[in-house]
Nanobody, 125 residues
Framework: QVQLVESGGGLVQAGGSLRLSCVVSGRTFSRYAMGWFRQAPGKEREFVSGIRWSGSSTYYADSVKGRFTISRDNAKNTVYLQMNSLKSEDTAVYYC??????????????????WGQGTQVTVSS
């Protein structure tokens, strides 16, 4: 079983920055990819960003491209989401998710095998 624990959420003013972290533990694949999703009140969960095991390939939703950066430190089993130039519409619960490194769209939440509990990000305007 795989466990994911997010941290780093909070309240920030529009234009500010936050860095989310997600620590992975348990019986993981030897190589695994990760993703970040978010869910705002009354809305469906949406893809934010994804990263392959090597870190050589990253993926972003159009709404965050150029503002958010995903990265990982495999020695620490940790994935990060650096969020800059935050907007009020970025307010949501952010979830990290675990998946295989080799198949399926990063945008589809059905391709992920484990999820964290979520961390709240609130951007005030």
């Amino acid at each position: 079983q795989v466990q994911l624990v997010e941290s780093g959420g909070g309240l920030v003013q529009a234009g500010g920055s936050l860095r989310l972290s997600c620590v992975v533990s348990g019986r993981t694949f030897s190589r695994y990819a990760m993703g970040w999703f978010r869910q705002a009140p009354g809305k469906e969960r949406e893809f934010v960003s994804g990263i392959r095991w090597s870190g050589s390939s990253t993926y972003y939703a159009d709404s965050v491209k150029g503002r958010f950066t995903i990265s990982r430190d495999n020695a620490k089993n940790t994935v990060y989401l650096q969020m800059n130039s935050l907007k009020s519409e970025d307010t949501a619960v952010y979830y990290c998710a675990y998946r295989s490194d080799w198949s399926g769209s990063y945008y589809n939440p059905d391709n992920y095998y484990a999820w964290g509990q979520g961390t709240q990000v609130t951007v005030s305007s």
